[in-house]
């Protein structure tokens, strides 16, 4: 088995959201597994100066900044291809995602490669068979309020790939009481057979 690691917090030292997800690969991974490590905040860049819709620009028109973004891009893609198990840690920023979050899913949809259009017009995800894990935090959001957009918005993301089986683990509203949502979650990540 493959599995994908993503961390997206801002915070290299002190992050919950990186400290759960590695509890959670510990607890899953199994001696035999290969791990894909990918920490957004070292390495990304946003999808910026196309000149047609989808990430399209012909290789003669291309810049520096395009042919890094669609190198990047390309990795992303094939990681997530050749994962079984995806886990993402994510905390919530004012409310939604952290920006290399979102940066993150701009670069990995790629139509013909995360994702294609039938004949109908309907999407379809093309990253069947794959399991993810969210490992969601915030200081003071609950998870799945109406003032969550992170957890619907990732969860819509990796639907629109094809990844529908998703379990989450969450320590929510860390500054109410930050001892319970870390037993909490550390509970969760127990639970997981």
């Known amino acids: 088995m493959k599995i994908y690691q993503i961390d997206s917090s801002a915070r290299k030292q002190g992050s919950t959201s ?3 997800a590695k509890k959670l690969l510990d607890k899953i991974k199994k001696p035999d597994d290969e791990i894909i490590y990918r920490d957004l905040d070292d390495e990304m860049v946003f999808v910026s100066g196309l000149t047609e819709s989808g990430m399209k620009i012909e ?17 992303l893609v094939n990681e997530l291809k050749e994962s079984d198990i995806i886990i993402i840690s994510a905390p919530i920023y004012n409310y939604g995602p952290p920006a290399t979050l979102k940066a993150w899913s701009d670069l990995a949809a790629r139509v013909g490669e995360t994702f294609r259009f039938k004949p109908n017009g309907r999407r379809e995800g093309l990253l069947k068979n794959k399991k993810a894990y969210l490992v969601i935090t915030s200081g003071g959001t609950k998870l799945n309020s109406k003032e969550d957009f992170l957890t619907p918005w990732l969860k ?23 001892e319970k949502s870390i037993k909490e979650a550390e509970k969760q990540i127990e639970a997981i057979t």
């Not at 990796?158 to 998703?166: C, P, R, S, V």
Request: no cysteine.
């Open 18 to 20: 990186r400290a759960l």
């Open 59 to 75: 290789k003669k028109d291309q810049t520096d900044y395009h042919k890094k973004m669609f190198e990047l891009s390309d990795k």
């Open 156 to 178: 819509f993301i990796l639907n629109f790939f094809g990844i529908e089986k998703i379990d989450i683990i969450s320590a929510d509203q860390m500054s109410l009481d930050y």
